[in-house]
């Protein structure tokens, strides 16, 4: 199954810059930004991480949610916390560096990697060693 | 008559806590700009505010504006409150299946720290909301079992939560923003212990302790 990712920031800027960034290498990846709270601040929101999860979901895509900073990753558990076990199958974590994780997911997608393959390049663990 | 919490009870508790989150607002701000990003206050307070807004007559029960409480900071608040928050409130709605006796009063609050440690995954003396939320459980657990009314645990846990927010201030941060900034985080009072001493505060007020 062709995998897709979510972007999550606290800055929509951020987020839609990833987006562009990742696009660059990856351009047949579905890829959606979810930055900002709802009214547009810097944070981050529990519906918008959803309604990007939901969207790739019913486009038949596995997905891969990558974060900024530790709130994020706090409110992407809460919205995977809601997700029932077989949907989890489907919709992992990647906790990595946001931008080179999110080039080398989505690089990864691109050339056909399944959901644990991508995950685990978005982690980009090799610029830690 | 009982003692028991009911929804007028968690109605007066959410209502008074946005109004303590707007009085105290500043100074949740002023927490947070010195060891965190200063969104805290803003958070908190608009997070409740848009909790109020939707309490009405439709809510059936404790349970009913607990969840709500849960669902609407989770999706409002933006900043590290609302997951925390948000799954504090979501665990402590399922201890909440009827109205609250003493012993249920102890298991709000234990399902509430149980949240924000599955959430956050902090423990105690790293600086955050646990080190109010836990030494809050405890003293519930010890006044709960000394025969204390529901109002009375309330209490108990408030002031224990107060205690333990100022406890926080010569602690390093070792989670959370604050954490980047190492030995400089000494000397300042977490924004999130602060802030949850003022919601159980308001719980028990609105029990009448």
Redesign the interface.
């Given at each position: 199954m062709s995998v897709g990712l979510v972007i999550v920031s606290?800055s929509a800027q951020l987020a839609d810059g990833v987006v562009e960034l990742a696009l660059q290498m990856a351009h047949d990846v579905q890829l959606r930004a979810a930055g900002?709270?709802?009214d547009g601040?810097?944070?981050?929101?529990?519906?918008k991480v959803s309604a990007a999860v939901t969207e790739l979901r019913d486009a038949g895509l596995d997905v891969a949610i990558l974060t900024d900073?530790?709130?994020a990753t706090?409110?992407v558990?809460?919205v995977l916390?809601f997700l029932d076990s077989e949907e989890l199958e489907h919709v992992k974590f990647s906790d990595g560096p946001l931008v080179e994780g999110a080039v080398a997911a989505a690089v990864t997608a691109q050339v056909g990697g399944d959901l644990d393959a991508v995950v685990a390049a978005g982690r980009a663990r090799e610029l830690f060693e | 008559m009982t003692d028991n919490l009911s929804l007028a009870w968690a109605l007066a508790w959410i209502r008074g806590a946005q109004a303590t989150l707007e009085e105290h607002r500043m100074e949740l701000i002023d927490l947070d700009r010195a060891i965190g990003d200063g969104d805290h206050g803003e958070n908190m307070s608009r997070g409740f505010k848009a909790v109020v807004a939707k309490l009405d007559d439709s809510i059936p029960d404790v349970q009913g504006v607990l969840k709500l409480v849960a669902s609407t900071l989770m999706s409002t608040v933006g900043g590290a409150a609302g997951p925390l928050y948000g799954t504090a409130f979501m665990r402590a709605a399922k201890a909440a299946d009827s109205d609250l006796d003493s012993e249920k009063v102890v298991a709000l609050i234990a399902g509430a720290l149980e949240g924000i440690v599955a959430r956050g995954k902090a423990t105690t003396n790293e600086k955050t909301m646990v080190d109010a939320w836990t030494p809050a459980l405890e003293a519930a657990k010890a006044a709960h079992e000394s025969g204390a009314t529901p109002g009375q645990v309330l209490r108990a846990a408030a002031d224990a939560a107060a205690a333990g927010a100022e406890a926080t201030i010569p602690m390093l941060a070792t989670k959370g923003r604050a954490s980047y900034l190492g030995e400089r985080s000494i000397g300042h009072k977490d924004p999130g212990s602060t802030s949850t001493a003022y919601l159980l505060d308001e719980a028990a007020k609105a029990a009448g302790a």
């Open positions: 606290h900002g709270t709802d601040r810097i944070g981050t929101s529990f519906d900073l530790g709130s706090m409110t558990d809460a916390e | -």
